[in-house]
């Protein structure tokens, strides 16, 4: 080879000057003395190559003999032209990358991507495969890429660069490209405590690499055994408040075993839930999960009654947790407008408490409303809820509030401690907390409402519940048996004082027809009382409308709660004269002393010795057209005439026309007067025939009663 | 008739050189083989009372293999040795070339690190001896060799990257030779050469090849008491011998065999001509008497 060489470079002068003995002479001494240091090497085609080559292609050096060679036999991955290829062996690479040129000992040390490997679950497309078909070196490297100083590019000497991924992806795309994995090219946090020579994206983002050294001790970095603890940390520090409580179910669940999930002994609390790769649904879930459930689904899968956090089975019950659209962001819950209403819309299942104030202190410690993975206490602004709800807030100054006395002795004698919202309401119970009772409202208004708690008592003589009625505004009351019945909540909100949040704040005020929890503003018109009553509404304007401030036309007579009778829930009178409770209720006012003292009724005693029948028990109409009494109230067949049976104090006029007075203090007639019939059609007549008028004057009119 | 003399004159240098080239086995018997968990190490050196050292960076740890054949393990105290390549017993201490970070170290058998030495010129130090009250140390970086005063001040130093003889190629181990040459295997000019202290006279000790008498990859180089320069290949695993002035010495051998030991690093030769080999890729050392 070198004589060629010889021949090509000297072949002028030698023609020239030489003989062929001198040729031969010259030739012999280039070889001997000059040869050595001169020859270059070739490779197997015949081409000079550089210096550089023979660095690593070692087989090339010019004239080897066979017999003397010092290269080792080894079974090389690949052949090349039908000869081991020495280059792409761990051997060969190891004589430079020893530390004596570069230093890629931790590359040797590694237990990832040691070779030959096996391709298992890769999915290997385009990069060479050893003659076995296994990944070796050259399957990613190559010392021939291009440009191998280029930052993140093709070093160190890779076939497909490394940044975004592409050369993990080659291989692995099945793990990195669905929800089912841990996503990459995602930005993390600034402040993530990844190690300082961790590998980023261009744009600082996350790679494969940022948690899978290619070449290492540890397939994952900071990952000893299964506990991904510190290396998951790095990133989601927040989510390791999860540590001790019920999500951490290696503390929770530590005892126990299970066919789903991990390992429950370990210390990784992130691998209950979670696994990094091939995960069974989305967010990496490392359980099956009921895809037709949606995203609640994940919560679901536990808490259910055969699943891990079956102690809190949820019951679909309480809260609605599905297709509720919000119209509305939520800032406070980190809700978007058109957000779809779920489990973690109220619930951070890394959080157990959202201020961190309330730690976690031992396992299975029972929640309550300001932990319980709440992203917002449910405290005595009932922050969570109102969120939402926010036109319930005016409550939180009123005597519903859960700060006042009446709450706080309910909870000292139930050792409980409860939410403004969950006092009453249980968000994964029923709609109201624990109640199974048909009528829920009147239940739950009693706990506190029953005469032996602070708050105000009814349970005697109150507006009649459990009844069917009839609302012109609709208003609520409880169902049964596919009927609206009267409940406490048909009167009242307990969430709003008053009309405003403004007149909702009270100091245990007791409270009139412009407050007092109603439903509808009862003052200055009996708004509330005339949804269901509307034919009273004829007393208004009349002398029998004695609106003042607070008191609408109704409560003058009429106390919906602690009345002083069951019937008409009529308001106390004190002592007043009158042998029943009408006329002692009339002559409440109708008497000296009373608002109606200009209309004294000074006789009017009809002797109650002698039953008598009701116009419907004589046929001869409805029992309403002269309403007759017994001690209790009303008699439908037989009883006494009272003030009522000729008077109705809701009208001034039988006639429609007639019932609103012309003026105040309008003079009555017997068309007015607040007559409930023509005195022709009365009762009376019935029974005393013509001499009904002698009769009614005799004990009327104490005039004509001196006459006769 | 002239002609005819100086042919027969040239066919019998030929023939001398031919010769010299036959690879010549020198036995090595074989002592012992020392696995202590090695975590690829990369040199080794010994003291005056027949105590080795074993540089096992990569495990961040000296390993002292006292006369005996007891193993300490020394642990660095205060910083760490991770991914050093060369140490050297030097003037009564061990110092590592503390390669990543630029730095010499001096460690005491405590493994306390009793003096650092940031080097300049990001200098990436692969070995280090002495030479008096000098240091010098190789540079995996700028390709040179660089010789330490006795305040660790450069003095001065010599090379550049290149192929021609005075300049290296990634020059790797040291050793003294006679007359205080400096040995140094330049690593990818595949050869050997020997410099007086001052970095001058180079001489060709072993030349590029992967026959016998060559060498591809030149490691760990260590004299023998007859002042044979013994070469670690890195690729073939040969150990071969040589004369300072160059000439072939032989190719050590075991039971009819040449040595063909696993990625050799440094090697160092006691007082009772064993040769030690750091088998790098192997993770072990192997101990040789030559016969």
């Not at chain 1, 000497?157 to 995602?186: D, T, W």
């Not at chain 1, 299975?364 to 917002?376: K, V």
């Not at chain 1, 109640?435 to 829920?440: G, S």
């Not at chain 1, 029948?613 to 309403?627: E, V, Y």
Request: hydrophobic residues 35%.
């Amino acid at each position: 080879m070198g004589s060629r060489i010889f021949r090509k470079q000297n072949q002028r002068l030698a023609d020239q000057i030489m003989t062929p003995l001198k040729r031969l002479l010259f030739a012999l001494l280039f070889l001997c003395f000059v040869g050595p240091f001169a020859f270059a090497q070739h490779n197997p085609d015949g081409r000079k190559v550089s210096l550089e080559c023979v660095v690593c292609h070692v087989s090339w050096h010019d004239n080897t003999n066979p017999e003397k060679s010092l290269l080792p036999k080894i079974d090389a991955p690949i052949q090349i032209q039908g000869m081991p290829a020495r280059i792409p062996t761990a051997a060969m690479c190891y004589t430079c990358h020893d530390g004596t040129v570069m230093d890629s000992r931790q590359v040797f040390s590694s237990k990832n991507h040691q070779m030959p490997m096996e391709v298992k679950h890769a999915n290997i497309k385009t990069l060479p495969l050893d003659k076995n078909g296994k990944i070796y070196c050259g399957t990613c490297h190559t010392p021939h890429s291009l440009k191998p100083e280029r930052i993140g590019g093709l070093a160190p000497f890779l076939r497909v660069e490394k940044m975004n991924s592409a050369l993990c992806l080659e291989c692995h795309s099945n793990q990195a490209k669905s929800h089912k994995n841990h996503p990459i090219k995602v930005k993390v946090p600034a402040n993530n405590t990844m190690p300082a020579n961790s590998f980023w994206g261009k744009d600082g983002s996350m790679e494969c690499m940022t948690c899978h050294p290619i070449h290492g001790t540890k397939s994952v970095l900071g990952v000893a055994g299964n506990d991904r603890s510190e290396l998951c940390s790095s990133c989601h520090k927040a989510y390791f408040n999860i540590r001790l409580t019920d999500h951490d179910l290696t503390s929770s669940l530590k005892n126990k075993s299970s066919d789903i999930g991990p390992d429950f002994g370990g210390h990784d609390p992130c691998a209950a839930c979670h696994v990094s790769h091939d995960g069974k649904a989305k967010h990496m879930w490392s359980m099956d999960v009921d895809e037709n459930a949606g995203e609640n689904g994940y919560c679901i899968g536990c808490h259910s009654n055969s699943g891990l956090g079956q102690e809190k089975a949820y019951a679909h019950a309480g809260h609605p947790v599905s297709k509720i659209k919000l119209k509305k962001a939520i800032p406070a819950l980190g809700i978007k407008a058109g957000d779809e209403l779920l489990c973690k819309s109220c619930h951070d299942p890394h959080n157990w408490e959202f201020s961190k104030k309330h730690a976690v202190k031992m396992a299975n410690e029972e929640g309550t409303e300001y932990t319980s993975f709440l992203r917002l206490p449910d405290d005595a602004q009932g922050q969570l809820c109102v969120s939402c709800h926010a036109d319930q807030s005016s409550m939180f100054n009123s005597d519903h509030s859960v700060a006042r006395e009446g709450f706080q002795q309910y909870f000292r004698e139930s050792n409980t401690i409860h939410g403004q919202c969950t006092v009453c309401h249980g968000a994964h119970t029923d709609e109201l907390k624990g109640l199974t009772h048909e009528d829920p409202y009147t239940v739950l208004c009693l706990r506190c409402h029953d005469g032996q708690h602070f708050a105000t008592s009814v349970v005697h003589n109150n507006h009649p519940i459990g009844v069917p009625f009839s609302s012109k505004s609709n208003l609520r009351g409880y169902k049964k048996d596919g009927q609206t019945l009267l409940s406490c909540n048909t009167c009242h909100n307990p969430h709003k004082w008053g009309k405003t949040v403004e007149s909702s704040k009270t100091a245990d005020l007791n409270g009139d027809d412009r407050n007092s929890f109603l439903t509808l503003s009862n003052w200055p018109e009996p708004n509330l009382c005339l949804d269901c009553h509307p034919e009273q509404a004829t007393l208004l304007n009349t002398d029998h409308d004695l609106t003042e401030t607070g008191k609408s036309a109704c409560s003058l007579c009429h106390a919906p709660h602690n009345a002083e009778t069951k019937y008409g829930i009529f308001a106390k009178w004190g002592d007043t004269p009158g042998a029943s409770f009408n006329e002692k209720h009339c002559f409440s006012c109708h008497s000296e002393q009373g608002l109606a003292s200009e209309k004294v009724v000074e006789a009017y005693a009809h002797p109650r010795e002698f039953g008598i029948l009701s116009p419907a028990a004589r046929g001869t109409g409805d029992w309403l057209d002269f309403p007759v009494f017994k001690e209790d109230g009303p008699s439908k067949t037989v009883g006494y005439v009272d003030c009522f049976t000729c008077h109705n104090p809701h009208a001034w006029s039988y006639k429609p026309e007639l019932r609103k007075s012309e003026s105040a203090n309008e003079e009555g007639n017997d068309l007015t007067s607040f007559l409930r019939n023509p005195s022709q059609l009365t009762l009376c007549t019935d029974c005393h025939g013509e001499s009904t008028l002698w009769k009614y004057n005799y004990y009327h009119d104490p005039v004509k009663r001196k006459r006769y | 008739m002239r002609a005819k003399y100086l042919l027969l004159l040239i066919l019998t240098t030929c023939f001398c050189m031919v010769q010299g080239l036959i690879a010549q086995d020198i036995n090595f018997a074989a002592v012992r083989v020392i696995e202590a968990d090695f975590n690829f190490p990369t040199d080794i050196c010994g003291n005056d009372g027949g105590d080795v050292f074993v540089l096992d960076a990569m495990n961040d740890r000296v390993v002292q293999i006292k006369a005996g054949g007891e193993l300490v393990i020394i642990k660095p105290q205060q910083e760490s040795i991770y991914k050093a390549v060369g140490i050297a017993w030097i003037n009564g201490a061990l110092w590592i070339a503390d390669t990543p970070r630029s730095r010499l170290l001096r460690m005491e058998m405590s493994g306390r690190i009793s003096q650092v030495i940031k080097l300049n010129h990001q200098t990436e130090p692969v070995d280090v001896i002495g030479d008096g009250e000098n240091l010098v140390i190789t540079d995996r970086r700028n390709h040179t060799v660089t010789v330490l005063d006795k305040d660790f001040v450069e003095k001065y130093y010599w090379g550049k990257r290149g192929e021609k003889v005075g300049e290296f190629i990634n020059p790797g181990f040291l050793a003294s030779g006679p007359e205080n040459r400096i040995i140094i295997g330049d690593i990818l000019n595949r050869r050997v050469v020997s410099f007086s202290p001052s970095g001058r006279y180079p001489q060709i000790i072993a030349k590029p090849g992967v026959e016998k008498g060559q060498i591809f990859r030149p490691k760990g180089v260590a004299l023998d008491s007859k002042n044979r320069v013994w070469v670690a290949d890195g690729y073939t695993g040969a150990i071969q011998a040589f004369s300072i002035s160059g000439n072939y010495e032989g190719i050590a051998s075991n039971a009819g065999k040449s040595l063909a030991l696993s990625a050799p690093m440094g090697i160092y030769i006691d007082k009772q001509d064993r040769l030690w080999v750091v088998e790098s890729f192997a993770s072990k050392i192997s101990v040789w008497r030559i016969k």
